[in-house]
């Protein structure tokens, strides 16, 4: 007997959007010219009128009844611009079909995922915000009675920490990020629509476009929209306080350590016969610039808080200046004093032969003798010990939140090789690559590795990312479980926002700054430090429109199609 499969979207509540949406993903399957069946989930808020209309469109319309209890409604009350959506658990009482995709309304598709039913077991694509763990809003699952009663238990019990169903579907299947390549699809699959590369050879791999996050693409886009909008630390109001604040006030107050560490001197300054500990595991970073000297203060001080004995090993390029050496060994880190490997009047010509040329020289990680070493950048703060990092294997990195299928450069864990050295060295000689494009091109394969070569997020939160994304709540839930360790407070670009981090003696308070960067400009370059222009560099740069109008021409064929103008119910597109 063959097997069954079927699409499926959900429209909940009174939203004349969502049904745009899904008559916009059956369009878009008709084009491709999938032939399996097309679900729409409504609940009793979709008025009779808008079910015989996706039932025109081609839709297999399904009543579904409301999944209820405590903690659907207090996650209602933390979010209820959710309201509604934890009814796509009814998916899994579907048992009629053998695997069903399901794609929330607000997803374009660029081609038919019909080779996806094939996949076995729980299928889907790492979330932008919470990297090692995947977002909702695309996913292949085999329909269960026994997996629908236990969904609906964990909503209606009070497991949906961020107030949807994602939290709630990554309890279920806790494993995914565990499973084969197969079950771990790649970001391109689900990506970001504010994330959609701005070069149109990188967007051939494009499977779908997600509007989680942002405004929806049947929705006109706001005077201040979030393509221009400076990031102000005001806009979390109480959640900023509660929940970012004291992360940077703990920064703060390390880096105040590590200044008074430096003016007094270490124990350990004049000890230059300090060993590894027993597990082989060396802690270095790199100071590459004399603004990094506060940040690598503060991670040193809390190196020493919650893993003491461990002396840090430095890296530092030949440019930087004798006071801040001197600084850094009294502060008890061992300096290395590293050659160019890209010389700074070979790198890349937008960058003035700084960023890239200081970049490259972390490459010299893999030369250190030492069984294992467990990089953080100056930028990290250490909340907990984290010796057990030793047993990781010869690579190991946490996701980078613009690419949560690629290796960020924060947080390492490696084997130092002649072998790795020579290829990363090769690559960064081609030119214009940074320590981050090197370490994609020669560890391409990461995402596809075993489990234990992606670090939990926990071990390189990135803070950045969430304060962006008001993601507050994974923050304290993070805290909460023991799971933050490693804190990244970098100063970031990230779509045009732009994160200070001070001197110590600038109160918590004040640690947010917001300048917006023109990123064409030479001249705005040039006024960064390297390790800005470095983390300019390794943004992709992206076209947040894109997506839009690639929904808006699938909608028209649909309007064209059903011819909606007749029936009014839609307003005119705008222009585009």
């Avoid at 949807?164 to 970001?192: I, K, M, V």
């Avoid at 939140?401 to 090769?426: K, N």
């Avoid at 997506?547 to 021409?553: D, E, K, L």
Wanted: charged share 25%; aromatic share 8%.
């Amino acid at each position: 007997m063959s097997r069954r499969f079927a699409y499926a979207t959900l429209c909940a509540g009174d939203d004349l959007g969502y049904v745009q949406g899904a008559l916009a993903l059956r369009q878009a399957l008709l084009d491709f010219g999938s032939p399996h069946d097309f679900l729409v989930l409504v609940d009793r808020g979709v008025p009779p009128a808008r079910r015989m209309l996706l039932t025109r469109a081609g839709c297999r319309v399904v009543d579904v009844a409301p999944i209820v209890g405590a903690g659907v409604e207090a996650a209602a009350e933390l979010c209820p611009w959710f309201r509604g959506v934890f009814d796509k658990l009814r998916l899994f009482e579907l048992t009629e079909y053998d695997r069903i995709l399901f794609l929330d309304s607000d997803v374009l598709l660029l081609r038919a995922l019909d080779d996806l039913f094939e996949r076995p077991g729980f299928v889907a694509a790492p979330d932008a915000s919470r990297c090692d763990e995947f977002n909702s809003g695309l996913f292949v699952c085999e329909p269960s009675a026994e997996t629908a009663r236990r969904l609906q238990s964990l909503a209606a019990d009070g497991h949906a920490w961020d107030g949807g169903d994602q939290s709630l579907l990554n309890q279920a299947f806790h494993n995914w990020s565990e499973q084969p390549a197969d079950a771990r699809l790649p970001f391109d699959y689900n990506r970001q629509s504010g994330r959609v590369p701005a070069n149109p050879a990188e967007r051939e791999s494009l499977a779908a476009v997600h509007f989680y996050g942002t405004t929806k693409p049947w929705e006109e886009l706001p005077d201040e929209s979030l393509f221009g909008r400076p990031f102000a630390p005001e806009t979390l109001g109480d959640e900023f306080e509660r929940s970012v604040a004291p992360l940077l006030e703990s920064w703060r107050d390390a880096a105040a350590r590590g200044w008074e560490r430096a003016a007094l001197g270490s124990s350990a300054t004049h000890d230059e016969s300090a060993k590894p500990a027993e597990d082989g595991l060396r802690l270095a970073t790199a100071v590459l610039d004399a603004s990094q000297l506060a940040p690598a203060l503060a991670l040193a001080a809390s190196l020493d808080e919650v893993m003491p004995g461990r002396r840090p090993i430095a890296l530092t390029p030949p440019s930087l200046p004798g006071d801040v050496v001197d600084t850094l060994r009294r502060a008890g880190f061992e300096v290395t004093p590293r050659p160019w490997i890209v010389a700074p009047s070979e790198a890349h010509p937008t960058d003035d032969g700084g960023a890239v040329a200081l970049s490259c020289l972390r490459l010299h990680l893999w030369r250190l003798e030492a069984r294992r070493v467990l990089y953080l950048a100056p930028t990290v703060l250490a909340l907990d010990d984290v010796a057990d990092l030793a047993g990781r294997p010869s690579f190991a990195a946490a996701p980078r939140g613009q690419r949560p299928d690629m290796p960020g450069s924060r947080v390492l864990v490696l084997e130092p090789s002649a072998t790795a050295f020579d290829a990363l060295a090769e690559v960064a000689a081609r030119g214009g690559r940074t320590f981050e494009a090197c370490l994609h091109e020669v560890f391409g394969d990461w995402y596809q590795r075993p489990p234990a070569a992606r670090l939990p997020q926990g071990d390189a939160f990135e803070i950045e990312s969430f304060v962006y994304l008001r993601h507050t709540t994974l923050l304290q839930t993070l805290r909460a479980d023991g799971r933050l360790r490693l804190l990244d407070v970098a100063p970031f670009v990230f779509e045009r926002r732009w994160l200070v981090v001070p001197h110590p003696a600038v109160s918590a308070d004040q640690c947010l700054d917001t300048r917006c960067i023109d990123l064409e400009s030479p001249l705005a370059m040039a006024a960064l430090e390297p390790t800005a222009r470095e983390i300019v560099l390794d943004q992709q740069a992206c076209d947040p429109l894109w997506a839009r109008a690639a929904w808006r021409r699938v909608w028209n064929a649909c309007r064209r199609r059903l011819d909606l103008d007749a029936l009014g119910l839609f307003p005119p597109p705008p222009p585009t």
